[in-house]
């Protein structure tokens, strides 16, 4: 008899008709999903868009969590403060032709790929197992040999590949999954974490840029004794402009940390769970270049800094999710 993650399973004993069919005597429904599904086909095709955006694209994936849609909210209220800040209060007065426009057109472009890249991280399925796919039937196309083991969630009852975590958010068992990140109100696993990669990237460079001008500007603006500086009064100016050095440099730090973690995690090909349960997995690790191919796609091109382009995923291992 094995025991494997709350199920009880024993070899069928006519061995030399099916050596591998494993038959399950405890049976459980799955739980609620956390998610929902929504089919964007017909919107698309009746826009005449379906053939801009991919097919595996129009399938929206949307967390029903009350707390990471208030971190969604939070985070593009945000991005719409620093928009309005940079805009109409430090570029909008300023009479220089071309750093108005040079930092307008740089500024909007970067916030414009962060409001991207956070729309994909938190829309696209990050890698889900089918739930309930731990059938008998299933189990036999899997061409199990005598002594193998299958890996089931005692949730999602479905058959877990390697490497997969059940998120108690989104009540899946995600492939390859770092963590749950409530500012995308979704996991970051196997599919989306290029997104979450380039949404941090963008949200550390518009940080940046927003401090810089934040900061100049208020330096010019005292040279100048506050003449011409701003459509609002001085204290107004002042106050916008020290919360947007606080939120810059804040979310700076957190997205620049938390975007050396991602590559880090990618390079050494090990998952943020993994490292925090440090599990010694029995995958054969890949090497630093490969492992950035597998997130980003291959091969090389600038489509890895785009949010808009779905990558052309390269695996190294046999993998058996959907069965």
């Avoid at 097919?55 to 719409?80: A, N, P, Q």
């Avoid at 518009?206 to 204290?235: E, N, R, T």
Wanted: overall charge positive; proline content about 5%; glycine content about 6%.
């Amino acid at each position: 008899m094995l025991v494997n993650q709350g199920y009880v399973i024993e070899k069928h004993h006519d061995k030399e008709k099916d050596p591998g069919l494993i038959q399950q005597q405890k049976i459980k429904r799955p739980v609620e999903d956390g998610v929902v599904m929504y089919d964007c086909s017909p919107c698309l095709r009746r826009f005449r868009l379906h053939r801009l955006i991919p097919k595996e694209s129009s399938r929206v994936w949307f967390v029903k969590d009350i707390c990471g849609v208030i971190c969604v909210i939070l985070t593009w209220m945000l991005i719409l403060y620093a928009e309005y800040v940079v805009m109409f209060i430090m570029l909008m007065p300023n009479v220089n032709f071309g750093y108005k426009w040079g930092n307008a057109i740089l500024f909007n472009f970067l916030a414009f790929m962060a409001g991207a890249s956070h729309s994909r991280a938190m829309l696209s399925d990050p890698g889900a197992v089918p739930k309930g796919n731990a059938t008998k039937e299933n189990i036999m196309k899997l061409g199990l040999k005598e002594g193998q083991v299958v890996f089931k969630c005692p949730k999602c009852i479905s058959i877990k590949p390697d490497r997969a975590h059940h998120c108690s958010v989104c009540q899946r068992c995600i492939r390859k999954m770092d963590h749950h990140c409530p500012w995308v109100n979704n996991c970051v696993g196997e599919t989306n974490q290029k997104y979450f990669v380039l949404f941090t990237l963008y949200i550390c460079l518009i940080s940046i840029h927003a401090v810089y001008m934040a900061i100049q500007h208020f330096i010019l603006c005292i040279g100048k004794d506050w003449k011409g500086c701003s459509g609002v009064s001085p204290p107004a100016t002042t106050i916008f402009l020290i919360f947007l050095v606080f939120e810059g440099l804040l979310f700076g730090i957190f997205t620049a940390i938390m975007f050396g973690s991602q590559l880090s995690a990618i390079c050494s090909d090990e998952t943020g769970i993994e490292q925090l349960k440090k599990e010694q997995g029995a995958w054969e690790r890949k090497s630093y270049w490969f492992s950035i191919k597998s997130v980003f796609g291959h091969p090389f091109s600038w489509r890895w800094f785009s949010p808009f382009s779905t990558p052309n995923y390269v695996y190294f291992e046999s993998r058996e999710y959907c069965v």
